[in-house]
C-alpha cells in the first residue's frame, strides 16, 4: 500500500514498521572444571564420637555437676589469663625504648679542640685586619670605612659558626 502512494514512494517506511525493545539475554556461562577429583572410596569416613563417648574417655562422665563447673570455669580462666597477658604485652610495648644508634666514639687519631688556641688565632686575625685597615691606602685617601666592613664580615663568620 505505501507503494502505491505517490507521496511515500521515496521516502523511507521505517516510520511505519513496528519497533520491538532489545531483550539483553544472558549468554551462559562454560562451566568450571572441578578442581581435582578425589578418589572414589567404597567406605565411608568413621563414625564421630558422640558427645557421652568423648566425656567417658577424658573421664568426665563420671564427674558430679559442682566438679564440672568447677572444671569448665578453670578453662575459661585459663584461657582468659592468657588473652590478658597478650594484651597487657601489646600495651607494655609502647614503652619500650628504641634502641639507639651507636655513636663515633672519640679516637686517639682526633685531636681535641683547644678553645685557648683557636681563641688566640681568632684575635691575631682581628688584630692584623684591624692594624691593615687603620692606615691610608695606596691611593692616599683613608681606606678604614671599606676594611672596617669586610672585617666585621670576617668576624660575623666566625660567630655564626
Known amino acids: 500500500e505505501l507503494a502505491k502512494d505517490e507521496q511515500l514512494k521515496g521516502e523511507s517506511w521505517d516510520r511505519f514498521l513496528p519497533k520491538f ?13 572441578a578442581a581435582l577429583k578425589k578418589a572414589y572410596t567404597p567406605f565411608p569416613p ?16 563420671f564427674l558430679n555437676q559442682q566438679q564440672r563447673k568447677d572444671k569448665i570455669r578453670e578453662e575459661r580462666a585459663t584461657a582468659s589469663e592468657v588473652v590478658r597477658a597478650d594484651k597487657k ?8 625504648a ?3 644508634k651507636k655513636r663515633k ?6 685531636e681535641p679542640v683547644s678553645v685557648k688556641a683557636s681563641k688566640s688565632a681568632l684575635a691575631e686575625q682581628v688584630s692584623k685586619l684591624k692594624a691593615s685597615s687603620s692606615g691610608v691606602g695606596a691611593g692616599g685617601a683613608l681606606t678604614g670605612s671599606a676594611s672596617k666592613n669586610s672585617a666585621s664580615d670576617f668576624v ?3 660567630k655564626k659558626a
Not at 89 to 94: E, G, I, T, Y
Not at 105 to 110: G, I, K, N, V, Y
Open 156 to 158: 660575623k663568620g666566625f
Open 98 to 100: 628504641p634502641k639507639e
Open 89 to 96: 604485652k601489646d600495651r607494655q610495648a609502647v614503652f619500650v
Open 46 to 61: 568413621p563414625q564421630q564420637l558422640s558427645k557421652i563417648d568423648q566425656q567417658l574417655e577424658t573421664g568426665e562422665y
Open 21 to 33: 525493545k532489545k531483550k539483553n539475554v544472558k549468554s551462559k556461562k562454560p562451566k568450571k572444571e
Open 105 to 110: 666514639l672519640a679516637t686517639e687519631d682526633d
